[in-house]
């Protein structure tokens, strides 16, 4: 079994900063991509940053590979961007097999106030 939880969500003022953790554990060879998506309700998942992409703004994905971990560094922060924020990991989980399977976080709470 695989397992990613996220930290570092909270509420902050607009134009300030937060900066997402998540860590994965549990049955894990490699972790081929990673990212962040976000929901509002009513609307759907969004994505955020990916590991695999050249993504540039306000939102800047870091990871560390030998602790299984991504990171969210959010900078002038919006009320917009109030969401829950998920973790996302595309997880191969044997060396015998290249299948990869997909999981995620439990989603974390971030409140941008204007």
């Known amino acids: 079994q695989v397992q990613l939880v996220e930290s570092g969500g909270g509420l902050v003022q607009a134009g300030g900063s937060l900066r997402l953790s998540c860590v994965a554990s549990?049955?894990?060879?490699?972790?081929?991509?990673m990212g962040w998506y976000r929901q509002v309700p009513g609307k759907q998942r969004e994505l955020v940053a990916s590991?695999?992409?050249?993504?540039k703004g306000r939102f800047t994905i870091s990871r560390d590979n030998a602790k299984n971990m991504v990171y969210l560094q959010m900078n002038s922060l919006k009320p917009e961007d109030t969401a829950v924020y998920y973790c996302?990991?595309?997880?191969?989980?044997?060396?015998?097999?290249?299948?990869?399977?997909?999981?995620w976080g439990q989603g974390t709470q971030v409140t941008v106030s204007s």
């Open positions: 996302y990991g595309e997880v191969q989980k044997s060396s015998a097999s290249p299948a990869t399977y997909a999981y």
């Open positions: 590991s695999t992409d050249d993504m």
């Open positions: 549990g049955s894990i060879f490699r972790i081929n991509r």
